[in-house]
């Protein structure tokens, strides 16, 4: 498969190492992009120019004239774990309705290539800096569910329609992730008594559930907003009713 993706001087040092292998082979397609790669250490340029021992060797064009550079499945998942964990560390970018209700499918589209990624790694994050994670069901199998998902938007060809099938298939994967999660970190404080307060796993969980909820909003609004021809909904304002008094609406629930 073609794995089309931003990358970095240093990763295309990493993929000199294992040029010359023949173990299964995947196509990690390079090509020059006017922005910074995902890991932020420079800028991107053609595979040849920045590693000479790819030239010729590891390297093929395809039909679209991109530069292929064949590497094992092992590293593209050694590499995709680095870009994770980097993730991690990278602030979301904060939006407020209007901007979303404001920005095309395109757009949204890009937001989602760009967001989406970060907000999957920051739970992967959450979920292995807590420890026992590893010795609860529950947690263990959301943690396999969001590597699945943060790989499958990484490898994801980018089109709009690939990426609103793949952004259909995490959404239809993840309904039952409030219950999953709740019940895992409910079994995490009876399997280790006295190790976690109430309050250390309330905020761990509203960090992971504010993370998903935000990451659902995007997701639902992209496939709202995208045309009915390329897999969305193709509705002009998408999951946002502007005709809505939230206000209104919280105080008749209240009352």
């Known amino acids: ?20 292998r023949s173990i299964r082979q995947v196509s990690w397609v390079a090509k020059k992009m006017p922005c910074g790669a995902y890991l932020g250490l420079g800028r991107v340029a053609d595979a040849s120019i920045l590693v000479p021992e790819l030239r010729g060797l590891a390297t093929s064009a395809d039909t ?23 993730f991690a560390t990278v602030p979301d970018q904060a939006m407020s309705v ?34 026992g994670w590893q010795d609860i069901a529950e947690l263990s199998k959301m943690h396999e569910m969001l590597n699945r998902w943060y790989r499958s938007l990484a490898l994801c060809d980018k089109k709009l329609s690939s990426l609103t099938q793949c952004v259909r298939a995490i959404r239809k ?11 895992g970190i409910h079994k995490l404080q009876v399997a280790y008594p006295g190790q976690f307060e109430d309050q ?11 993370s998903r909820i935000s990451t659902n909003v995007l997701a639902d609004q992209l496939l709202a907003r995208v045309s009915v021809c390329d897999g969305g909904g193709g509705t002009p304002t998408g999951i946002i009713d502007p005709r809505c008094n939230a206000t209104r609406v919280c105080q008749h629930a209240a009352n």
């Open 173 to 183: 994967d993840g309904k039952e992730v409030i219950p999953l999660v709740s019940a």
């Open 64 to 86: 679209t004239g991109q530069r292929q550079v064949q590497i094992s499945e092992e590293r593209l998942d050694e590499l995709i774990n680095h870009e994770m964990a980097y």
């Open 1 to 20: 498969f073609a794995f089309r993706t931003q990358i970095s001087s240093l990763w295309l040092l990493m993929l000199s190492h294992v040029a010359k």
């Open 98 to 131: 209007r901007q979303i209700l404001d920005a095309s499918p395109e757009v949204l589209a890009q937001i989602c290539w760009k967001e989406g990624p970060k907000r999957l790694a920051l739970r992967i994050h959450l979920l292995e800096h807590l420890s």
């Open 200 to 210: 250390f796993l309330n905020r761990w969980l509203d960090n992971f559930f504010l």
